[in-house]
């Protein structure tokens, strides 16, 4: 059995992630392959109580490490719970951010060293790479203000613009050293080119799994 395809989705807050992973599910499904969608932190049951610790507002301060360590923590759960045993079946997976997430908020935005959170990166998916990475960019202002629709913010939306700024280019660094994995979309163009430019992506790497059969 073919080993399914890991299809990420990253970006800052308000970009049209949750619709973009829609979109990438149905191009697979028409093709008549198996996906799973998920979201990261979180995608199993244990690794989503993870997530409320680090999304909720609490009494007591949560240090910047112990954000980090938590992120993976819940990672390690959806990795081995989730994501590769669905691979393994030939499953393709689609996942609202993975570890490039870590690299741009907690390297970027907090300013932990990237060596480090590529060790961490190697402890909890050794091996384990996306296939292709979706980065959908966006300038801060306007994904701050669609997020700011959507409701309350939770703990990490609440921080400043020049800490978005920071998680923003370092995604753009990331984009800029791994070409062959990522494709960048212009998220501040409209929902429908959005996701024709999402659509046109996955059909590529479709094609070319197909032609490899």
């Known amino acids: 059995m073919q080993r399914g395809k890991f299809i990420t989705v990253e970006g800052i807050e308000g970009v049209g992630k949750s619709t973009n992973v829609e979109i990438l599910r149905q191009a697979i499904e028409q093709r008549g392959i198996p996906v799973l969608t998920s979201r990261e932190p979180g995608g199993t049951p244990l690794a989503e109580k993870i997530r409320r610790l680090l999304v909720e507002h609490g009494d007591e301060p949560l240090p910047d490490i112990a954000e980090l360590l938590l992120m993976f923590a819940s990672r390690a759960l959806h990795v081995q719970n989730r994501i590769e045993p669905a691979l393994a079946a ?8 993975f570890t490039d997430a870590s690299r741009a908020y907690q390297g970027g935005g907090r300013g ?3 060596a480090d959170i590529d060790r961490l990166a190697e402890l909890v998916h050794p091996g384990l790479k996306p296939d292709m990475t979706l980065l959908l960019d966006a300038p801060v202002a306007t994904g701050l203000s669609r997020a700011g629709r959507r409701g309350r913010p939770d703990r990490i939306e609440i921080e400043r613009h020049d800490f978005f700024s920071r998680v923003r280019e370092q995604y753009l660094h990331l984009a800029a050293a791994e070409p062959d994995r990522f494709v960048v979309v212009d998220a501040d163009a409209s929902v429908d080119l959005v996701g024709h430019a999402v659509t046109s992506a996955i059909n590529r790497l479709l094609d070319e799994t197909l032609q490899e059969k």
């Not at 030939?90 to 951010?97: E, L, S």
Request: charged share 20%; aromatic share 18%; glycine share 10%.
């Open 90 to 97: 030939g499953t393709w997976v689609v996942c609202d951010r």
């Open 112 to 114: 932990f060293a990237q």
